[in-house]
């Protein structure tokens, strides 16, 4: 009973959560979406300038929110459209092919993130002509490369 009504005064100051959150930490899923999609965003960026895929598994783990890897697949097919080289489109493809392997990304965590470029692929399209086609191609080479099924590639839309 002490430890909660010392836990209570503690919360209720001012800024309180925040220094708390501070010292024991607020991992996982009690971190805002905004941080997070931030973090897989300064994750997928840095890969991409280092070309290490070990440390962006090991940063994508430290984040705590397997529930949330959606958002990684949506924002590394994402980069891949918005690319204009193959350097891009390569490294992204090895990058789900090895977090594909190792299991950090589930089955339906990575359908979940294909389903998402699928609805965008028409507001995205108005920014990038020809992402269509990409995304056709992209999908194939992950379908060859077994990161996803028959089933979510035929789900791919065409022009």
């Known amino acids: 009973r002490a430890a909660l009504d010392r836990a209570t005064v503690l ?3 001012s800024k309180g959560g925040k220094r708390i959150d501070s010292v024991w930490g607020a991992g996982g899923g009690q971190q805002p979406v905004k941080h997070l999609v ?3 965003d300064m994750l997928l960026k840095e890969y991409l300038l280092s070309g290490d895929v070990l440390e962006a598994e090991r940063c994508l783990q430290e984040l705590e929110v397997p529930h949330f890897h ?3 697949v949506y924002e590394a097919i994402v980069l891949v459209l918005e690319s204009t080289g193959e350097k891009t489109f390569k ?3 090895d990058l789900l092919k090895t977090l594909w392997k190792s299991s950090v990304i589930t089955m339906d965590q990575m359908k979940r993130g ?4 699928y609805c965008e692929i028409p507001d995205i399209n108005l920014d ?3 992402s269509y086609s990409v995304l056709e191609r ?3 080479e992950c379908f060859q490369a077994g990161i996803i099924s028959k089933p979510l590639r035929d789900l791919c839309p065409s022009r």
């Open 38 to 40: 931030k973090e897989i």
């Open 91 to 93: 490294m992204i493809l």
């Open 128 to 130: 990038v002509p020809h």
């Open 11 to 13: 919360l209720s100051m």
């Open 138 to 140: 992209f999908v194939e």
């Open 70 to 72: 959606h958002e990684l």
């Open 114 to 117: 294909y389903e998402r470029v």
